[in-house]
């Protein structure tokens, strides 16, 4: 299996935010973590990219443990919460730190996304000068610039504009198509039934059960969580 997480939990100020949770994720497919605010969907990404520790249980991306605070077993896509985006720097020069740092900055490819993404005329703009939209898909082009085998999205899609949504999904899709592992987190159950192959439902940071891309569409995901 690709990525494995064994029996993993969290406890932070005597509050259990991961509850002995498991889940397998295979290479080459799309899945979504679903679930509402509170579920617990972030705080297990960050346990997948290592950002924090886990009280019990671990995790694995091919077969090497994530190590909290060392250096991933891979280069992974990532984005989680608000993006690290310098406001005072081209949008350009932004992305171009960024995959400096892994050595992977591509031309040709960050190109190819911008224009996706309509940034393209834009990419000598400050960030600061960038709408919440257009800084949310500069967000999405970091995460898929540099090749990366494994894409880890939190609610990739807040803020954006229905035409925006579209392209994202068929950005996913064509990441699938190289054989990439897209993990979606997110409550826009409505977005996410017709691209995912497989879905997850998580509910007071335990995964309650897995559910079919046809059911996704009708799930309720505004509970309140206890």
């Known amino acids: 299996m690709y990525v494995n997480v064994d029996n993993v939990s969290k406890t932070i100020r005597r509050k259990t935010v991961l509850n002995a949770v498991s889940a397998q994720f295979e290479r080459g497919k799309v899945y979504g973590i679903l679930g509402p605010n509170g579920s617990g969907k972030t705080m297990l990404l960050r346990a997948l990219c290592g950002f924090i520790k886990p009280t019990g249980g671990s995790i694995t991306i091919n ?41 992977a900055f591509d031309p040709t490819e960050v190109e190819r996304l911008m224009r996706a993404f309509g940034l393209w005329d834009h990419r000598d703009d400050k960030v600061r000068s960038y709408s919440l939209g257009m800084r949310q898909k500069l967000a999405i082009v970091q995460a898929f610039m540099e090749h990366q085998r494994l894409v880890l999205l939190d609610e990739p899609t807040n803020g954006l504009d229905w035409r925006s949504v579209e392209r ?47 059911e996704i569409a009708s799930l309720s995901l505004d509970r309140a969580v206890r």
């Open 63 to 103: 077969g090497t443990p994530v190590t909290f605070n060392r250096k991933l077993p891979e280069n992974i896509g990532i984005i989680i919460e608000t993006p690290g985006f310098t406001p005072s720097r081209s949008a350009m020069d932004n992305l171009r730190y960024l995959a400096d740092i892994n050595h």
């Open 168 to 214: 994202f999904m068929e950005e996913v899709n064509h990441q699938r198509e190289q054989g990439h592992t897209i993990i979606i987190a997110s409550h826009h159950n409505d977005e996410l039934g017709g691209i995912v192959d497989d879905a997850l439902l998580m509910s007071n940071g335990m995964i309650e059960r897995r559910v079919a891309p046809e």
